[in-house]
């Protein structure tokens, strides 16, 4: 990966875990996910016009744009799930684990991307400290193996939900990797962030919202949106920016250095608990983003 690739990944890392943060502490992270979505279309349509980024689309992007409209509308609403159900430091790391243990194997069906001995040792090493934060812990063991207990019920309704929402990131990280080589990324991110659209319509179908409720939501929390959405909106411009420089394959495992960050989030603003094993796994996924970073 390159210097500027690098840079950017760091800065959309912080600032994705900076987002996720803002909708955990939210009193409502099922519909601050979704709210949040708004707001980010929002920032993005402007910066698309502030740069003058207005051209014809490619017709080969069209399936790419739509498919990550629905891909991003089951992501907003399993990710704000999760976070109803369990906590920052759990929910992040698994989310993200999974997601990364998906990309490798997808690049390399559906793309170009050949992944050197060294990229392989960094993504393993990644991998392993996403099981070990999210997983592994004492406490995150526990949830796994909670499903036949009533009394967990949450918990592994969390558990279940953090690992769908995985299995989505590593679907559209393949998606927006292709996507973003045929089209504008600014203009790429108006479908992107327009799955919340479809995500709320979801919700309201599934009668968890209605009107007057939606009206509440907007108006007590807009803040929290507009930050969460501005933070949300540059972390996806900067990583599908850093897509065009570097190789998915590297690039989507290296964005894991922002589980360090959700954990470091989870405890100094949430006081959620970190045992030595989230420690150890934070430490692991540091040296596999460095290895990636000099492959």
């Known amino acids: 990966m390159s210097n500027y690739a690098i840079i950017l990944v760091l800065f959309s890392a912080f600032a994705h875990s900076s987002w996720n943060f803002l909708v955990k502490r939210s009193d409502n992270p099922s519909f601050s996910v979704i709210g949040l979505s708004f ?13 003058g ?22 992501y907003f609403v399993l990710l704000g799930k999760a976070y109803r159900y369990s906590d920052l430091s759990s929910v992040y790391p698994i989310a993200r684990g999974i997601g990364l243990a998906g990309v490798p194997i997808l690049a390399s069906i ?9 990229g392989i040792f960094g993504i393993l090493l990644i991998l392993i400290g996403v099981m070990l934060v999210g997983v592994f812990d004492k406490g995150s063991l526990k949830q796994l193996f909670s499903f036949l207990d009533i009394s967990q019920k949450n918990i592994s309704r969390g558990l279940m939900f953090s690992l769908g929402t995985g299995l989505i990131i590593s679907t559209y990280s393949i998606i927006d990797s292709v996507a973003v080589s045929l089209m504008n990324p600014l203009l790429y ?27 509440t939501e907007m108006y007590s929390s807009w803040k929290l949106f507009l930050i969460g959405g501005i ?4 972390a996806y411009i900067l990583v599908l920016q850093a897509y065009t420089l570097s190789q998915v394959s590297y690039v989507a495992p290296f964005r894991e250095i922002g589980v ?3 954990v470091l989030l989870g405890y100094i603003a949430l ?10 796994g934070v430490g692991s996924i540091l040296v596999g983003a460095v290895i990636i970073s000099l492959s």
Not at 45 to 51: A, D, K, N, Q
Not at 271 to 280: A, D, H, W
């Open 231 to 234: 933070c949300s909106c540059f």
């Open 110 to 118: 559906f793309t170009d991307d050949i992944v050197s001995i060294q």
């Open 39 to 51: 707001f980010s279309l929002a920032v993005n349509i402007g910066i698309s016009f502030l740069f």
């Open 53 to 74: 980024v207005v051209e014809s689309i490619d017709s080969r992007a069209w399936p790419y744009m739509i498919s990550t409209v629905v891909i991003h509308a089951i």
């Open 189 to 215: 991110m108006n479908f992107v962030f327009g799955g919340g659209i479809f995500g709320l319509i979801f919700l309201i179908w599934r009668k968890e919202y209605n009107l007057s409720s939606i009206k």
């Open 260 to 262: 360090a960050f959700g």
């Open 271 to 280: 006081r959620e608990k970190i045992s030595y094993i989230k420690v150890l």
